[in-house]
């Protein structure tokens, strides 16, 4: 009984002294990792080079940025110019969102960005509508640079882009001038109460679309096409849907600055715009894709007719298919935007040209003095 009294407090001294010293043993650690810690970061943040200011601006509200004042000014190109002239100022910085937007108006920074700095802007930027078109960015024209990017421009250089290819499609192009001239002489003689009038830009656009269709998918029409040899109603969904694309494609869409809106809250209808005109287009083109697929591989195709053929008929080093479904289906639409607005374009300036450029002539001629002039002006017009 004596003996456990004695030695009773000898044990609970022990580990209470036990307790104390781990105590202050962990505080002392601690406080040196925390020194370290602090001098090291100091250290590394003395080291980093100072950020180089950005271009002036007007003042960001939190979040939102100026997105608030471009909303107010519109149109938007108009309001960043007098911005920039009340600033006195060639490049400016404009906030809108978590994005900085870099206007320039002088050649000589412009050139900054195209030549001397282009490998650093050679992406292109990450929208609502891109990501729509391109399903997830698995094609070329709109899509990020990286490593999907280099792929299908090696595939576009080599078996869309080339000699080989454009000569390959002479025939299809000349059917659907023919075809043209056809439906333009078909409305002149059906129109005749009226002077033969002939809507100019819609014969234009729907040329621009049976050269791509026949190209893509080997066919003038989707439907049965009118008997003038004029579009039926889906080449005219379709048309429509695909030239509404191309003017959303790049146009300005408030969650593309505030990216939690996408999906929630589609504030200027812009998202529902492009995902109806993409479904439309969607349900032509997938159907056909789809269907080419499985008849390569059953063995019920076996010559290469179009873009389509070439796509599914590609093949890796194992002799597996290179592109896969949605390759293929995101890599036909872009060609289809891209080859479309090309010739539409160049049908415009055609007509263009042939309505002023005579007027031109004509002008200097009169003027005779101006004659040696518009000699030159004409031979670097047609260098």
């Known amino acids: 009984m004596e003996n456990s009294t004695i030695f009773a407090p000898s ?6 002294h036990g307790t104390l010293f781990s105590f202050f043993s962990t505080l002392l650690l601690t406080a040196i990792a925390l020194y370290f810690l602090f001098f090291k970061s100091q250290s590394i943040s003395n080291e980093k080079p100072k950020k180089c200011p950005l271009p002036p601006g007007p003042k960001p509200w939190p979040i939102v940025g100026n997105l608030p004042e471009m909303l107010k000014n519109k149109p938007t190109f108009k309001w960043i110019h007098e911005l920039m002239n009340e600033m006195d100022t060639k490049i400016a910085c404009i906030r809108l969102g978590n994005v900085h937007v870099i206007p320039v108006t002088c050649p000589e920074i412009s050139r900054e960005f195209l030549k001397k700095q282009d490998t650093i802007f050679i992406s292109r930027p990450v929208t609502m509508a891109t990501e729509i ?3 997830g960015y698995v094609t070329t024209t709109l899509v990020p640079y990286g490593e999907q990017w280099k792929k299908m421009k090696k595939i576009l250089s080599q078996e869309v882009v080339s000699q080989t290819r454009f000569r390959w499609f002479h025939s299809k192009r000349m059917e659907e001038a023919d075809n043209l001239v056809r439906y333009v002489y078909n409305k002149c003689k059906n129109n005749s109460e009226n002077g033969g009038l002939v809507d100019v830009r819609v014969a234009s656009r729907h040329y621009c679309g049976n050269v791509i269709r026949k190209m893509v998918f080997n066919k003038r029409f989707f439907g049965e096409g009118m008997e003038d040899g004029g579009p039926g109603l889906e080449e005219e969904e379709h048309i429509n849907a695909l030239f509404k694309v191309l003017t959303y494609i790049y146009s300005f869409c408030i969650s593309d600055y505030v990216p939690f809106l996408r999906g929630v809250v589609d504030l200027d209808g812009h998202e529902k715009v492009m995902k109806e005109n993409v479904g439309i287009i969607d349900k032509f083109h997938d159907p056909i894709i789809e269907e080419r697929i499985q008849q390569w591989k059953g063995g019920l195709k076996s010559e290469v007719e179009d873009f389509l053929d070439v796509f599914v008929t590609l093949k890796d080093g194992d002799g597996s298919p290179l592109l896969s479904t949605d390759e293929i289906k995101a890599q036909l639409f872009v060609i289809y935007q891209a080859f479309s607005l090309s010739i539409f374009l160049f049908i415009s300036l055609s007509l263009s040209l042939s309505f002023y450029l005579p007027i031109y ?11 040696f002039y518009a000699q030159f002006d004409l031979i670097k017009f047609v260098l």
């Open 11 to 16: 044990r609970t001294y022990s580990s209470f």
């Open 133 to 135: 078109t391109t399903k």
């Open 361 to 371: 002539i004509t002008h200097q001629i009169w003027n005779s003095t101006h004659l």
